[in-house]
């Protein structure tokens, strides 16, 4: 990630702890109220993204709180709080970024071996959703 600030409201940059000088391999650490600021109630993970012009997201939470990593790979996330937008390449797996609410976001551009993991405060609920960006823009306005 070369973007050293977010420049979208209400996203930030999220820094994992983590051991890269083992021989055998790279280590890091996720810890609920520690390096992330919420209590993790559901974890989710996408793989399998070998479709080149697969675009996932395309919607805004109304309140979900969610940290969103690359663990392997990389992939292109598009920020956009209604004003203000912007783009991430994700390539770190132990730098994160704040999905917080009223923040429309799109995740593109996967690597082959692309693997995203999600951290969220609260179970899936579809009513939380805001998938129409008219209606979005209407909400942050
Ligand atoms: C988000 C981005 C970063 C569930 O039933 N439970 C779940 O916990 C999730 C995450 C999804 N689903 C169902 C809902 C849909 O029928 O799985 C299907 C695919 O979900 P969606 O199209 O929303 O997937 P993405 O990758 O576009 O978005 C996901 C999360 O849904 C979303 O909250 O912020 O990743």
Not at 56 to 81: M, P, Y
Not at 100 to 116: Q, T, Y
Request: charged share 35%; aromatic share 12%; with cysteine.
């Amino acid at each position: 990630m070369k973007e050293k600030k977010i420049k979208v409201k209400n996203s930030g940059i999220v820094k994992l702890n983590f051991f890269d000088d083992f021989p055998d391999g790279n280590l890091v650490i996720i810890e609920s109220k520690r390096n992330i600021p919420f209590d993790i109630k559901r974890v989710y993970y996408i793989n399998n993204l070998f479709n080149k012009r697969s675009v996932r997201g395309k919607h805004a939470h109304k309140k979900l709180e969610q940290i969103i990593f690359c663990v392997n790979g990389s992939f292109t996330l598009k920020l956009d709080d209604g004003k203000n937008k912007q783009k991430i390449i994700m390539e770190d797996p132990y730098m994160g970024v704040r999905l917080g609410p009223k923040l429309w976001h799109e995740m593109e551009k996967f690597s082959n071996d692309c693997v995203i993991l999600v951290l969220a405060n609260d179970y899936y609920n579809e009513n939380d959703y805001i998938r129409d960006y008219d209606e979005f823009l209407k909400i942050v306005k």
